[in-house]
């Protein structure tokens, strides 16, 4: 699209003619305390006084990655006690996958369709798109690929799979739920044949789903938790988190089970803390069923909308047709609304914004989407 922006705050971006776009993307799913928060650029700078990077293999303790790891763990189930910081969603499912293949001396990885994971080529060969796997081929062996919401599927889950690696909900699939009990059976399955359960929250975490992590809405809980996107508050951070029980098992044979130069870099630590603290302070989180309602109530009766997929702020709107979201995201930046794709799902658009956006700008949006969809 190539559309300039020259400063963006809250939910609003700026161009350098001073043409204001209302952001109902959130850089996929990253800004959920919205574009430069006080808090969390004060954090940044503060940060920068004191040090930026120092080393890489952890002969240093760096008070901003310390107290991350301790305030993302009091937020988990107990057994959760150990942070892998990284630099991505990517590298965190590397991560993630790695560890999982050395802690069960397993070869095998089962994902599901229509999963996105990442770039690299392991989160590749994860994808699920024949598309951009056959582009890139070979890519990892073992790979099982299930069927996202079907029970059954599950059974191919075996004694040589190491994890299964799922998004709660499916984000670029446009917004898949579970259905109900699909989670839960995938979880038992997984401890019936010993496979670690993998969830890759990197954009449902952080209230965007309405609760702090997606999978606290479905009596199911991973083995690996997979964070990015949102974790470091506009800056570049991902992490995998697990029982250390677990994570003990990169820390030997090799030494250095993985190693990353940036992953965890206290300034990104720094501004991660400080946006946790800004959604936990503010109580964002308890604000998002509400307003994801509003949008729902202002637009599902637009004749152009078959139907609206969300979970919390994660919004998929429903044309049915590739052209008709084409020319709605190309409109709406000439009235001021930034909107995107799916990877996997063209037939409808994203709607996304930061989570602090007010009931007032809840309107504002709606009436800019009804207005464009009107002049479709
Ligand atoms: N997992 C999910 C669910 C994602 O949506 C993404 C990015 N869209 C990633 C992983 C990869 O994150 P990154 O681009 O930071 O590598």
């Not at 690996?224 to 995998?240: H, N, Q």
Request: glycine share 8%.
């Amino acid at each position: 699209m190539a559309v300039e922006i020259e400063r963006a705050e809250g939910i609003y971006m700026y161009g350098p003619d001073g043409k204001r776009y209302i952001d109902m993307v959130s850089g996929v799913s990253v800004s959920n305390t919205g574009h430069r928060h006080p808090k969390v650029i004060e954090a940044i700078t503060s940060q920068l006084d004191h040090y930026l990077h120092l080393m890489v293999y952890g002969e240093f303790i760096q008070s901003p990655q310390v107290l991350f790891a301790e305030a993302l763990c009091t937020l988990l189930p107990a057994e959760f006690n150990s942070v892998y910081f990284v630099n991505s969603g990517s590298e965190a499912i590397e991560g993630a996958m790695k560890l999982a293949k050395r802690y069960t001396g397993r070869p095998e990885i089962a994902c599901f369709s229509n999963a996105y994971h990442g770039g690299t080529q392991g989160a590749l060969s994860l994808i699920g798109s024949a598309v951009w796997q056959d582009a890139f081929r070979p890519l990892l062996p073992g790979i099982a690929q299930l069927k996202f919401n079907d029970i059954r599927d599950l059974e191919r889950i075996n004694s040589h799979t190491a994890c299964v690696v799922i998004e709660p909900v499916q984000a670029e699939a446009g917004v898949i739920l579970p259905q109900q009990n699909f989670l839960k059976a995938l979880r038992k399955r997984c401890t019936e044949t010993g496979a670690l359960l993998v969830f890759d929250e990197s954009q449902t975490a952080f209230g965007r789903t309405g609760t702090m992590f997606a999978f606290e809405q479905y009596n199911s809980s991973p083995d690996i938790l997979v964070l990015s996107k949102a974790l470091g508050g506009g800056m570049p951070l991902g992490a995998f988190i697990a029982p250390a029980s677990i994570m003990q098992s990169l820390t030997h044979d090799p030494v250095l089970g993985h190693i990353t130069t940036f992953g965890g870099h206290p300034v990104c630590c720094a501004a991660g803390l400080a946006a946790l603290n800004v959604i936990q302070d503010e109580k964002l989180v308890e604000t998002v069923n509400a307003k994801a309602g509003l949008f729902r109530e202002r637009l599902q009766h637009h004749p152009k909308i078959i139907n609206i997929r969300n979970a919390g702020l994660l919004m998929a709107i429903e044309l049915g047709k590739d052209e008709e979201v084409n020319a709605f995201i190309h409109k709406g930046t000439g009235l001021g609304l930034f909107g995107d794709w799916f990877l996997f799902n063209a037939s409808a658009f994203r709607i996304a914004p930061p989570l602090t956006i007010t009931t007032d700008q809840v309107h504002e949006c709606c009436d800019l989407v009804l207005r464009c969809l009107d002049e479709l």
